[in-house]
């Protein structure tokens, strides 16, 4: 374990520096006065679960959102696919984005659409299938991967919590993504549900060979996600390593969370 | 809301119609989106529109008919009543019921997906929400707003002959042959032109609002709010610059 300001980190990185999917330098991000990102450095590898830890509002989320595009960076470059995310015209961030899933805090399901149409909807803008065949094939294949096949025909308010997560993570997972972003994946759900969604992540990964990073402050979902853990504190990534390097660590900031 | 906050929101609203031009007139285009949304726009504000045009002609010939009958004029109510409808009660009205139902239908509609974080979904996933949301609505009140004026004089108009005929017991005929005879294709083409101004000021504003809303369920409310004030003003004010033109004209 070591700070990721230094040139050395002793966790297991991959040698290979072309297995890189993301990389992330010297970021800073602020909003008026506010702070939010200073100085953020990470790397994401492909079929690596990255897991970004930090309490509320040390600006996790911001992170994410600046790697799709969502948020303009004050500084920083943000290389994503071999995509320089900041300098990129409105087309290529729409083709950047095709391969970059991104999972809400909240689903942000479509409320006026079904399930189905849910689905239905980046297949029919992004790659023009208007198949009826074809577009059922895809959304029951999506579906049956998250267990929620029999949910196509019902509306985003009829879904619990969990289901409404599962769809979500359906509709990134229909456009085949190379990366796929949570965004706190687990909040607001009870433990078995956390954990059925935290085995989806690592499903998601196994059988589409995506490369993920996962924000959260859930310590029990970081131990099952991870292969490596950045802490995010005050806006900067202040320690790296595997949950178990992390949980040894004497930082008073990280020390409250595995203590917690 | 300081000078620099309102000079802020001008530039932004500015930015926001010059982006609605580039993704309207260049394709993709959003064919069968409009469509739906002239659907839930126009057609389900008939029954309001009927209802409200209706009585204001009734109310409108009820109160002119005394002030022409001191002159002798009372056989002038359908000529006046005709030019009173087409050239701006007609508009008016039915700008300002849409600018109530549908605006803040449009701003709470968008305030609410982007509190929710959908717009932000489209977004990611490289769906054009602004060329899909926004586009298509104010394409819909902007191309609806007419058809709905066209039938809202109408409307308007049949309220007016149920009073005259009880005034006077007037044929259908006469009556009509003095409002054709009074409005000229000048009445039409503007009054239709500006209500096309004012469809695109009710859905550029609703949408601005509600793509602009602040989170949390306050800013949906917000957004509903600004889109209905906004674009009453707005419609006020359109009517008033028209007008001039149309006296320089005329």
Redesign the interface.
């Known amino acids: 374990m070591a700070a990721t300001d230094s040139t050395e980190v002793s966790v297991k990185k991959r040698s290979n520096a072309d297995n890189k999917v993301v990389e992330i330098r010297h970021l800073k991000k602020s909003f008026g006065d506010r702070v939010v990102l200073d100085d953020v450095n990470l790397d994401l590898y492909e079929k690596e679960n990255l897991v970004i830890l930090g309490r509320s509002g040390t600006g996790k989320s911001v992170l994410i959102k600046c790697m799709v595009g969502l948020l303009k960076p004050d500084a920083g470059d943000i290389n994503v696919l071999g995509y320089n995310v900041p300098a990129l015209t409105a087309e290529e961030l729409n083709e950047l984005r095709l391969k970059v899933g991104f999972s809400f805090q909240g689903s942000a399901l479509y409320d006026s659409m079904t399930i189905r149409e849910n689905l239905e909807f980046p297949l029919k803008r992004n790659l023009g299938i208007y198949d009826k065949s074809e577009l059922d094939e895809l959304v029951m294949t999506s579906l049956q991967e998250v267990g929620l096949e029999k949910s196509a025909d019902l509306k985003p308010a009829e879904l619990s919590g969990g289901m409404k997560k599962r769809v979500g993570i359906a509709r990134t997972l229909i456009l085949k993504p190379k990366i796929m972003l949570y965004d706190e994946p687990t909040a607001g759900l009870d433990p078995i549900t956390s954990v059925e969604i935290n085995e989806l992540i690592l499903e998601v990964r196994d059988k589409h060979n995506t490369a993920s990073i996962i924000i959260t402050h859930d310590i029990s979902s970081a131990r099952q996600t991870s292969d490596r853990i950045i802490a995010l504190i005050n806006g900067k990534n202040k320690l790296e390593g595997t949950f178990d390097e992390l949980k040894k660590t004497d930082d008073p900031d990280l020390k409250l969370f595995f203590n917690y | 809301m300081t000078i620099k906050d309102s000079l802020v929101s001008v530039a932004e609203v500015y930015t926001f119609v010059i982006k609605f031009l580039k993704e309207a007139l260049f394709p993709p285009y959003e064919g069968k989106e409009i469509v739906n949304q002239c659907y839930s726009i126009g057609f389900k504000s008939v029954f309001l529109i009927t209802f409200t045009s209706f009585l204001a002609g009734i109310v409108f010939t009820k109160q002119s008919q005394p002030s022409l009958s001191t002159f002798g004029a009372e056989s002038w109510l359908p000529s006046l009543v005709s030019q009173a409808v087409v050239r701006s009660l007609g508009p008016l009205i039915t700008a300002l019921i849409c600018a109530g139902k549908v605006g803040s239908n449009i701003g709470a509609e968008l305030g609410s997906?982007q509190v929710?974080?959908?717009i932000?979904?489209?977004?990611?996933?490289?769906?054009?929400p602004f060329s899909?949301l926004v586009v298509t609505r104010v394409m819909a009140t902007t191309l609806m707003l007419p058809i709905l004026v066209i039938y809202a004089d109408v409307v308007a108009l049949l309220g007016s002959y149920v009073m005259v005929h009880s005034f006077n017991s007037s044929s259908f005929l006469l009556f009509f042959n003095e409002v054709s005879s009074s409005i000229t294709y000048l009445d039409i083409f503007s009054s239709l032109i500006k209500s096309a101004v004012f469809g695109f000021s009710i859905g550029i504003i609703g949408s601005y609002a509600g793509y602009h809303a602040d989170k949390g369920t306050t800013g949906v409310g917000k957004a509903a709010n600004t889109a209905v004030v906004a674009s009453m003003i707005s419609i006020f004010v359109i009517d008033l610059i028209t007008l001039q033109v149309l006296n320089l004209i005329r």
Not at chain 2, 120 to 128: C, K, L, N, Q
């Open positions: 997906m929710t974080e959908q932000d979904a489209m977004e990611v996933s490289g769906t054009r899909y």
